[in-house]
């Protein structure tokens, strides 16, 4: 069993930074690739980044390639997504998600075990 609380969410103004942060506990971290996903009112879910267990290997969406990095301390049990240069349409909840199959470095929903509840970020314009 995997606990996920986010934190780190908040107001800002387009073009400004936040950086979320996911202390996991219940289970050794390194055992399971962890990502971010979000959910926008009246959309679906979508995957925002992941990153592997070693944290050698990290996924982007498109939409956040190039403005958003995702990270991991082991020792820490954390994973953190630093978001720059943010726009409105990047206002969503966000969820940390944890994977407990190593060989893969998923991007859909249902490849995640365990879920946060979410840290809601908005965006003004």
């Known amino acids: 069993q995997v606990q996920l609380i986010e934190s780190g969410g908040g107001l800002v103004q387009a073009g400004g930074s936040l950086r979320l942060s996911c202390a996991a506990s219940?289970?050794?971290?390194?055992?399971?690739?962890m990502a971010w996903f979000r959910q926008a009112p009246g959309k679906e879910r979508e995957f925002v980044a992941a990153i592997m267990w070693r944290a050698d290997i990290t996924h982007y969406a498109d939409s956040v390639k190039g403005r958003f990095a995702i990270s991991r301390d082991n020792a820490k049990n954390t994973v953190a997504l630093q978001m720059n240069s943010l726009e409105p349409e990047d206002t969503a909840v966000y969820s940390c998600?944890?994977?407990?199959?190593?060989?893969?470095?998923?991007?859909?929903?249902?490849?995640?075990?365990?879920w946060g509840q979410g840290t809601q970020v908005t965006v003004s314009s």
């Open positions: 998600a944890a994977d407990v199959n190593l060989y893969r470095l998923g991007r859909v929903v249902g490849e995640y075990d365990y």
């Open positions: 219940g289970r050794s971290f390194n055992t399971y690739n």
